[in-house]
């Protein structure tokens, strides 16, 4: 039905940089907001960007400055530039899809670990 692929976690130390995508596949007629997502051990997920199909943005107060969220209509694809990142941005990413209110599909999570 909807399938979401995200690609780009890795290892990378402080202040570097890393970026994020995310595809999704299959069923989708129209999108409302896509978005990314964290995990960090010992704490619940929470919200990192948005972006809705209008192009407006929201951005975590932890990150806003150092990341960008972007997408291409074309591909179905949400991206998440990263830059400046700091060891407490260590979490696993997933990303969200909403094709309307009501209804969220999910990536399996993709890992960004931040460490020397």
């Known amino acids: 039905q909807v399938q979401l692929v995200e690609s780009g976690g890795g290892l990378v130390q402080p202040g570097g940089s890393l970026t994020l995508s995310c595809a999704a596949s299959?069923?989708?007629?129209?999108?409302?907001?896509m978005g990314w997502y964290r995990q960090a051990p010992g704490k619940q997920r929470e919200l990192v960007a948005t972006i809705t199909s209008g192009g407006v943005t929201n951005y975590a107060d932890s990150v806003k400055g150092r990341f960008t969220i972007s997408k291409d209509n074309g591909k179905n694809a949400v991206y998440l530039q990263m830059n400046i990142l700091k060891p407490e941005d260590t979490a696993l990413y997933y990303c969200?899809?909403?094709?309307?209110?009501?209804?969220?599909?999910w990536g399996k999570g993709t890992l960004v670990t931040v460490s020397s």
């Open positions: 299959g069923n989708i007629f129209s999108i409302n907001a």
């Open positions: 969200n899809v909403r094709p309307y209110i009501g209804i969220d599909y």
